[in-house]
């Protein structure tokens, strides 16, 4: 299931770095990036103008965004942490370059840096009902992964509520019901095994108890 997960944020990631590109093209604003890219034009009619507004051309946000995209794809998340600082350091409260950010951490292992990327996307994601949904599956998921089980718990079930409330979110409430019903199978049996072992040490620590061979 992890394997299910990660490459669906593989795939999301490289819709988007397709879409960045797309937004600019047409003088886009950066939170319409989840929007379907139109077809690429060849290579060689493509000309890609600059505007430090980014209303005209890209911006040094999207710049800086789409390298560090290239970077990720080819592995090198050292070299996309460093673009997606650089960007966030043109936009800090763009919550795409937090969402990269966070992305690039977890695939380099850092859970605790990708999570502090992903909660400060999440704080200026409230435009943006497709990204604050990403943000909210990968902050679940990661609690998971770190087997804060209260904490995934209760995450998924804000995702849940959160893109059955929001429907253009496009989210995967099914995903966020199937976690919730292995995390809880996960705590019970966990219980139960605490129970067990702690009945077993009780019965050893008694007198006439019958000792290991």
């Not at 200026?124 to 992964?145: G, H, T």
Request: no cysteine.
């Amino acid at each position: 299931m992890n394997a299910h997960r990660i490459a669906m944020a593989g795939a999301a990631l490289v819709s988007l770095v397709s879409a960045a590109a797309g937004a600019q093209a047409e003088g886009g604003a950066p939170g319409n990036a989840s929007a379907p890219p139109a077809s690429p034009a060849p290579a060689a009619a493509q000309v890609v103008r600059k505007d430090p507004a980014g209303q005209k051309g890209m911006s040094p946000f999207w710049e800086l965004l789409i390298q560090g995209d290239s970077a990720y794809l080819a592995r090198d998340f050292d070299a996309a942490i460093s673009a997606y600082r650089a960007a966030i350091t043109q936009d800090p409260k763009n919550p795409l370059g937090h969402y990269r950010m966070g992305q690039a951490q977890v695939a380099k292992g850092d859970l605790a840096e990708g999570q502090a990327a992903y909660d400060a996307g999440a704080r200026f994601s409230e435009a943006n009902p497709v990204l604050r949904a990403k943000l909210m599956f990968v902050l679940a998921d990661l609690a998971e992964r770190q087997r804060a089980s209260d904490e995934a718990l209760l995450r998924w079930k804000k995702y849940a509520e959160f893109v059955a409330a929001n429907p253009a979110a496009h989210g995967f409430p099914g995903t966020a019901d199937e976690r919730l019903k292995r995390i809880t199978e996960w705590v019970q049996l966990s219980q139960q095994s605490a129970q067990v072992r702690e009945r077993n040490e009780k019965r050893l620590q008694q007198p006439d108890a019958p000792k290991s061979p």
